[in-house]
Nanobody, 121 residues
Framework: QVLLVESGGGLVQAGGSLRLSCAAS????????MDWFRQAPGKEREFVAG????????YYADSVKGRFTISRDNAKNTVYLQMNSLKPEDTAVYYC??????????????WGQGTQVTVSS
């Protein structure tokens, strides 16, 4: 069992930055790739970024590439999402997820409760 708790969301002006954190409980955190997803009102949940469990390789959706950076600290059981140059279209609830995919992304075992990010124009 892995419990995921996100924090760091809030209201920011366009062009600003936020850093999301996702703290995981349980001893199995390092066994999982970790992803960030987001869901805007009226839209489906979409993949934002992912990071492998050990080698740390990363993958980003085209919409955030070059602006967002995902990282993890296995010693602290925490994954981060640094979001720069935010745009109003980044407004969404952001979720972290524990991903069991050996290759590729999206085989989710656990979800966090989400944190709201609102970007004003």
């Amino acid at each position: 069992q892995v419990l995921l708790v996100e924090s760091g969301g809030g209201l920011v002006q366009a062009g600003g930055s936020l850093r999301l954190s996702c703290a995981a409980s349980g001893r199995t955190f390092s066994r999982y790739a970790m992803d960030w997803f987001r869901q805007a009102p009226g839209k489906e949940r979409e993949f934002v970024a992912g990071i492998r469990r050990s080698c740390g390789s990363t993958y980003y959706a085209d919409s955030v590439k070059g602006r967002f950076t995902i990282s993890r600290d296995n010693a602290k059981n925490t994954v981060y999402l640094q979001m720069n140059s935010l745009k109003p279209e980044d407004t969404a609830v952001y979720y972290c997820a524990a991903d069991r995919s050996p290759t590729g992304w999206g085989m989710i075992d656990y979800w966090g409760q989400g944190t709201q990010v609102t970007v004003s124009s």
